[in-house]
């Protein structure tokens, strides 16, 4: 049971270069979100989706793209990239009920020179 | 504004002391609060607490709501190393898992 799976682990990049974190969840949770997390801000929300087809934005969505094709699978791309976006991105997901606790994966690292 | 509120940011203890976590919070139509505790990677659910389930507790953990004050607190008793670790409160916004985080309590336990 794999759970929340992100890869890279961890990626540097060069100013203006973009990329795509990946995400996937095998749980079938309707469900899935990516927050990053920044020493003394904690877990903020960028993007969400209620489902397949559906996203919606968060707190700090400038500067990210996300889409869902399938239930399974949540990328999120960095579209420049800006030392501003230096952080640890989390994945998470949880069935869409107000009973369910987030699942999360192990977070990618990014570095942004 | 919602906002999630964790106090204090960060404590340190000695293994075996009790500790006191604080959340307090103002979120549109508060339906929950959810602990988790994060070691080095991904955050790990704890508790949650809803008007209908004010306590919780598992183990040496235990955690109260009280919806007057709008606040909730996570208690550990007879602390061990192995609890140090930040411990995020958050409560769902707008529709489940769109949580808004405290900004977390780093507990350091030292032996």
């Known amino acids: 049971n794999a759970g929340v799976t992100q890869t890279p682990k961890f990626q540097v990049l060069k100013t203006g270069q973009s990329m795509t974190l990946q995400c996937a969840q095998d749980?079938?949770?309707?469900?899935m979100s990516w927050y990053r997390q920044d020493p003394g801000m904690g877990l903020r929300l960028i993007h969400y989706?209620?489902?397949?087809?559906?996203?919606d934005q968060g707190e700090v969505p400038n500067g990210y793209n996300v889409s869902r094709s399938t239930t399974e699978d949540f990328p999120l791309r960095l579209l420049s990239a800006a030392p501003s976006q230096t952080s640890v991105y989390f994945c998470?997901?949880?069935?869409?009920?107000?009973?369910?606790?987030?699942?999360f994966g192990n977070g990618t690292r990014l570095t942004v020179t | 504004e919602d906002k999630v509120v964790q106090s204090p940011l960060s404590l340190v203890v000695h293994e075996g002391d009790t500790v006191t976590l604080n959340c307090s919070y103002e979120?549109?139509?508060?339906?929950?609060l959810l602990w988790y505790k994060q070691e080095k990677k991904a955050p790990t659910f704890l508790f949650m607490l809803?008007?209908?389930?004010i306590e919780k507790k598992s183990g040496r953990l235990s955690s109260i709501l009280d919806k007057k004050e709008l606040s909730s607190i996570l208690n550990i008793t007879a602390t061990q190393t192995g609890d140090s670790a930040i411990y995020l409160c958050?409560?769902?916004?707008?529709?489940?898992?769109?949580?808004?985080f405290g900004k977390g309590t780093k507990l350091s336990v030292k032996p």
């Open positions: 998470a997901s949880s069935y869409l009920d107000f009973n369910s606790p987030l699942h």
């Open positions: 749980m079938n949770h309707e469900y």
């Open positions: 989706s209620v489902g397949a087809g559906i996203t």
């Open positions: 979120v549109t139509n508060f339906r929950s």
């Open positions: 809803t008007s209908s389930g």
């Open positions: 958050a409560a769902p916004r707008k529709g489940q898992g769109n949580l808004i």
